[in-house]
């Protein structure tokens, strides 16, 4: 069984930065595609980032350009960098690692991040 823990969520003024920490336990992270999602109150919940085995990234429409997403394998951990933040990136941000060959994904408990002036 995976166990995700998110991290780094709170409040920013807009234009600041954030960054989200998500600890992986209890598998073998590596072999996992992890992924960010967000949900904002009454919205479905938007992928944010992917980044694969071999450290493929790719982004969301709405946060490419500001957001940067990395793995450390030593340390099972995922990371999404974002700057430039507006009110529209307040949500629950969810770590996701995903096993391609069961197509099973593992979910965290979520990190609430509030933009706000």
């Known amino acids: 069984q995976v166990q995700l823990v998110e991290s780094g969520g709170g409040s920013v003024q807009p234009g600041g930065s954030r960054k989200l920490s998500c600890a992986a336990s209890?598998?073998?992270?590596?072999?996992?595609?992890m992924r960010w999602y967000r949900q904002a109150p009454g919205k479905e919940r938007e992928l944010v980032a992917i980044?694969?085995?071999?450290?493929?990234?790719t982004y969301g429409d709405s946060v490419l350009g500001r957001v940067i997403i990395s793995r450390d394998s030593a340390k099972n951990m995922v990371y999404l960098q974002m700057n430039s933040l507006k009110s529209e990136d307040t949500a629950v941000y969810y770590c996701?690692?995903?096993?391609?060959?069961?197509?099973?994904?593992?979910w965290g408990q979520g990190t609430q991040v509030t933009v706000s002036s």
């Open positions: 209890g598998t073998n992270f590596a072999l996992y595609e």
């Open positions: 996701n690692a995903f096993d391609s060959s069961t197509r099973i994904s593992h």
């Open positions: 980044i694969t085995t071999t450290g493929f990234t």
